[in-house]
């Protein structure tokens, strides 16, 4: 009978458990890193469409950079939510040229930040008003993953939410970063208009 080196064998048992490890986890490794965001829509039914998702060049579908995706709910006042826990540094009404708008700032930690536009697509101040009264969370308020961030407006121009991620100040693909099952969600969403787009460009 043939006499095996016990370390060896040893080390080859290790290797082969790592190569195993690695290989059943790989597919869960691709979604969440260590973020694990939510859809920042509270249904996915009610969002009608995604006109324009991630792009830093003009060599996408939509045929201009845009850092973040944009959902147009089907409806007005259709809610939105955290999509990590943080912190709010900011809740503002903000005239984007002639449209307003309400920008939020959710610090998810020292590194990641989430920016969220409610865009109402008025000129008229008091719909913005009316959108800033329309959003829950509080400037300098702590949230939890999922909490409530407040509703839509969508005029006769339309609306939508436009949804970003900074990594170290700097605009990112969020794709890597949601759970699988926001991903997907989200997919499904921009494939109903147009099957054969990708999240980021």
Request: aromatic letters at 12%.
């Amino acid at each position: 009978m043939p006499r095996f080196n016990s370390r060896v064998l040893a080390l080859g048992l290790i290797s082969l458990f790592v190569a195993c490890k690695g290989a059943g986890s790989e597919q869960n490794d691709e979604f969440g890193s260590g973020l694990d965001l939510t859809t920042p829509y509270v249904n996915e039914a009610d969002i009608a469409s995604i006109n324009e998702a991630f792009s830093l060049h003009d060599n996408a579908p939509w045929g201009f950079k845009h850092v973040g995706i944009d959902f147009f709910p089907a409806k007005s006042l259709k809610p939105f939510r955290t999509s990590c826990a943080g912190k709010v540094d900011r809740v503002e009404l903000w005239q984007n040229g002639e449209k307003w708008q309400v920008n939020i700032i959710i610090s998810c930690n020292a590194e990641f930040i989430l920016l969220y536009s409610f865009e109402p697509f008025t000129q008229d101040e008091k719909t913005g008003q009316d959108q800033l009264a329309q959003i829950l969370i509080k400037e300098g308020a702590t949230v939890e993953q999922n909490e409530k961030i407040g509703n839509l407006i969508v005029t006769a121009n339309g609306g939508h939410v436009h949804f970003s991620l900074k990594q170290n100040n700097e605009f990112i693909c969020p794709k890597a970063y949601f759970t699988e099952a926001a991903y997907q969600s989200i997919m499904d969403i921009i494939h109903k208009k147009h099957p054969d787009w990708e999240m980021c460009y």
